[in-house]
Every structure is written in C-alpha cells, then in structure tokens.
C-alpha cells in the first residue's frame, strides 16, 4: 500500500501513483471536512491525503487542528470522514464550554 489516499465523495480511496495522486488531490475541492472559529481559536478538519498512523492499524487520513488560543496548534487525527466530524464537533465543543479539548476530544 502506498500511503496515498484521493477522496470519492466522503470515501478515502488508496491511489498507487504518486502522479496520478497529486493530480487528483490538486484538483479535488471538497478536502475540508469543517472549519469554526470559537473565540480566539479557528477548529480546522481537513482530508490530509497521506497516511500519518506511520505504522500498524488504520490509516490516518484526516486532521483536527486548533489554530489560535490556548491550544494552538493541537491536533487530533482520524480515520474516517464520520471520525473528523465527530471529532471537530468534539473539539468545538469543548473550547465552547471552556474545558481542555485534549481531555474532552474522542
């Protein structure tokens, strides 16, 4: 397996020419799984297009990141498009309601 992933609607499909992967992931719209702001912090999830586990389980292709605040630039990975709308929505709420995202997020 390569590690290269394009999206099909909120599908990661594996792609085994790195050509051919940037090509696709160039030309896809649609990467950003959700973006709010909440105070002083922008919760950004996006499809990252790369396998970032980097060793045995599921591949880790979408990302969670504080941008801002007092956790910025904490990150939470997941695998799933349903995982990172999960998750954000756990990030979100948690900086909504003050607590620590990093002990509140799945």
């Not at 990467?31 to 996006?46: L, N």
């Not at 939470?76 to 929505?89: I, K, L, N, P, Y």
Request: hydrophobic residues 40%; charged residues 25%.
């Amino acid at each position: 397996m390569s590690g290269y992933y394009v999206l099909q609607g909120h599908d990661a499909v594996p792609v085994d020419d790195v050509r051919e992967w940037a090509r696709r992931f160039n030309d896809s719209e649609g990467r950003r799984v959700a973006s709010t702001t909440v105070g002083e912090a922008t919760v950004s999830t996006v499809f990252l297009g790369l396998d970032h586990r980097w060793g045995e389980g599921r591949p880790l292709l979408f990302e969670t990141m504080i941008f801002g605040g007092d956790h910025t630039e904490v990150e939470w990975r997941w695998a799933t498009w349903d995982e990172a709308e999960v998750g954000h929505r756990a990030v979100v709420a948690a900086l909504k309601a003050g607590t620590d995202p990093m002990a509140d997020a799945p």
